[in-house]
């Protein structure tokens, strides 16, 4: 375990507070100063200063910032509710007050140095015609050493615990990295005939099988043992946190890995962004802004997590071999006999290749052919999938088709305080079609020939 590593980025961190708070306020100064706020000097000046504002990170989840939305053409006020929270993750709620109910998603985010805002253009998206909840995963160095431990097998087991706190017959959104567990979760839930297995799930840009097409992610995750990711990136979270000397791996290290595979493109943001500001003409400099702001927001990993992970998903690849374990049970996607899958991959996506989420299909080998559906967006990376125009006008009207498709009927037109109760779901409909059957067999039987 490098045990320096935190402590000197925070050291670093809090020395750069000074100058980022100096850039701030020289840039309200000079917003302000008459006569020469709006000329070229002053915009050359503050463009510079808005980079050394920015260069510093946030540990902080910032705001979803979803205050309404547009359902069949009426703008509809959005709170948030926690419904179920946990030392390391809330099970989050964007309630809109509607008479008729919409189908339930669980929008699984990823864990992997960002919070679960990466995904509010996702959310945004979906708002309009599902009634969304998310997994808010909360950032390691704000949970005591009492807490426990997070691994594998927790992640999974949060997302089985939400499945049944939103009820039978949801449905399952998971993008990158959480495919793997959302799928051990159906999984373990089929095998158990949990009533509350959802409807369909939707996998989306995910390492399911790595050995397909591997990536640069890929062959770094395997270039070194996992005893060497333990010794060189694993760190300890300093004092003055909740979280004090809770192994981790550190957001900004992750960060920094990711940065690192596009630093030609980000180096080219930057300098377009000093451009755009300079010139006066700040809708895509406020754009960039605002991205990075979001994208500088990290989130540490519990050591646990990350070395499982890297371990059994990227280096043994336990899913596709049907050796992966949760607890002591192994992980059987052929046990999925009722929830629809859709996998989605991208076409220039270099963290998650075209090959890779498919390979589910062939997992769930226990799902009918018409309940499986795949999609390869061209023209988009590994975000594009998930958010941008190519999200909102082409791959999201397939995902909310495969939702709506796989509503029970039942659901659709029950009264509104009726939608989360367990009264009538897609497995009782199922059963009363069995029951049916059975009994039409038994009398054809005993005519009389």
């Given at each position: 375990?490098?045990?320096?590593?935190?402590?000197?980025?925070?050291?670093?961190?809090?020395?750069?507070?000074?100058?980022?708070?100096?850039?701030?306020?020289?840039?309200?100064?000079?917003?302000?100063?008459?006569?020469?706020?709006?000329?070229?000097?002053?915009?050359?000046?503050?463009?510079?200063?808005?980079?050394?504002?920015?260069?510093?990170?946030?540990?902080?989840?910032?705001?979803?910032?979803?205050?309404?939305?547009?359902?069949?053409?009426?703008?509809?006020?959005?709170?948030?509710?926690?419904?179920?929270?946990?030392?390391?993750?809330?099970?989050?709620?964007?309630?809109?007050?509607?008479?008729?109910?919409?189908?339930?998603?669980?929008?699984?985010?990823?864990?992997?140095?960002?919070?679960?805002?990466?995904?509010?253009?996702?959310?945004?998206?979906?708002?309009?015609?599902?009634?969304?909840?998310?997994?808010?995963?909360?950032?390691?160095?704000?949970?005591?050493?009492?807490?426990?431990?997070?691994?594998?097998?927790?992640?999974?087991?949060?997302?089985?615990?939400?499945?049944?706190?939103?009820?039978?017959?949801?449905?399952?959104?998971?993008?990158?990295?959480?495919?793997?567990?959302?799928?051990?979760?159906?999984?373990?839930?089929?095998?158990?005939?949990?009533?509350?297995?959802?409807?369909?799930?939707?996998?989306?840009?995910?390492?399911?099988?790595?050995?397909?097409?591997?990536?640069?992610?890929?062959?770094?995750?395997?270039?070194?043992?996992?005893?060497?990711?333990?010794?060189n990136l694993i760190s300890a979270v300093p004092g003055g946190f909740p979280g004090a000397h809770r192994r981790v791996y550190p957001g900004f290290v992750q960060l920094?890995?990711?940065?690192?595979?596009?630093?030609?493109?980000?180096?080219?943001?930057?300098?377009?962004?000093?451009?755009?500001?300079?010139?006066?003409?700040?809708?895509?400099?406020?754009?960039?802004?605002?991205?990075?702001?979001?994208?500088?927001?990290?989130?540490?990993?519990?050591?646990?997590?990350?070395?499982?992970?890297?371990?059994?998903?990227?280096?043994?690849?336990?899913?596709?071999?049907?050796?992966?374990?949760?607890?002591?049970?192994?992980?059987?996607?052929?046990?999925?006999?009722?929830?629809?899958?859709?996998?989605?991959?991208?076409?220039?996506?270099?963290?998650?290749?075209?090959?890779?989420?498919?390979?589910?299909?062939?997992?769930?080998?226990?799902?009918?052919?018409?309940?499986?559906?795949?999609?390869?967006?061209?023209?988009?990376?590994?975000?594009?999938?998930?958010?941008?125009?190519?999200?909102?006008?082409?791959?999201?009207?397939?995902?909310?088709?495969?939702?709506?498709?796989?509503?029970?009927?039942?659901?659709?037109?029950?009264?509104?305080?009726?939608?989360?109760?367990?009264?009538?779901?897609?497995?009782?409909?199922?059963?009363?079609?069995?029951?049916?059957?059975?009994?039409?067999?038994?009398?054809?039987?005993?005519?009389?020939?």
């Amino acid at each position: 375990m490098n045990l320096l590593a935190y402590s000197t980025y925070q050291a670093l961190a809090d020395l750069m507070k000074l100058w980022r708070s100096a850039a701030s306020f020289s840039r309200v100064a000079v917003a302000t100063w008459p006569g020469l706020a709006g000329g070229f000097d002053a915009r050359y000046l503050d463009a510079w200063w808005e980079q050394i504002e920015l260069a510093g990170l946030s540990h902080a989840r910032p705001p979803f910032g979803i205050d309404f939305v547009e359902v069949d053409g009426v703008r509809t006020l959005v709170s948030e509710d926690i419904v179920k929270r946990t030392p390391f993750a809330s099970l989050l709620h964007f309630r809109k007050d509607l008479a008729t109910p919409q189908p339930r998603v669980l929008l699984i985010a990823p864990m992997s140095g960002h919070f679960a805002t990466l995904l509010r253009g996702t959310v945004r998206t979906m708002l309009a015609d599902h009634d969304v909840y998310i997994t808010d995963w909360h950032n390691p160095r704000d949970v005591p050493l009492a807490a426990g431990r997070f691994g594998f097998e927790e992640y999974v087991e949060h997302i089985m615990s939400f499945i049944r706190r939103i009820g039978p017959d949801a449905h399952l959104v998971a993008i990158c990295q959480p495919t793997v567990a959302a799928l051990a979760a159906v999984s373990l839930m089929a095998a158990d005939n949990e009533p509350a297995q959802p409807a369909s799930m939707t996998l989306m840009a995910g390492p399911i099988d790595c050995r397909v097409n591997p990536t640069k992610v890929n062959d770094l995750a395997n270039s070194q043992p996992i005893e060497w990711f333990e010794r060189n990136l694993i760190s300890a979270v300093p004092g003055g946190f909740p979280g004090a000397h809770r192994r981790v791996y550190p957001g900004f290290v992750q960060l920094s890995a990711f940065m690192s595979m596009n630093l030609e493109r980000h180096v080219a943001s930057f300098a377009e962004m000093r451009h755009e500001r300079s010139k006066g003409d700040p809708t895509k400099a406020d754009a960039l802004n605002t991205f990075y702001r979001e994208y500088f927001a990290t989130s540490d990993l519990t050591a646990e997590f990350y070395l499982e992970t890297v371990r059994t998903v990227f280096q043994q690849y336990e899913l596709p071999l049907g050796k992966l374990k949760v607890g002591e049970r192994i992980v059987e996607p052929h046990a999925i006999r009722h929830t629809a899958l859709l996998t989605i991959e991208g076409e220039k996506d270099d963290i998650c290749s075209v090959g890779q989420t498919v390979a589910a299909h062939d997992l769930c080998s226990g799902l009918r052919p018409y309940m499986k559906t795949h999609h390869v967006q061209t023209g988009v990376g590994h975000y594009g999938v998930f958010n941008g125009h190519r999200w909102d006008s082409q791959i999201y009207p397939l995902v909310r088709s495969t939702i709506h498709d796989h509503e029970p009927r039942a659901r659709r037109t029950a009264a509104p305080e009726a939608v989360h109760g367990d009264q009538v779901t897609l497995r009782a409909l199922l059963e009363a079609e069995a029951h049916a059957a059975t009994a039409i067999s038994r009398a054809a039987a005993t005519q009389p020939k």
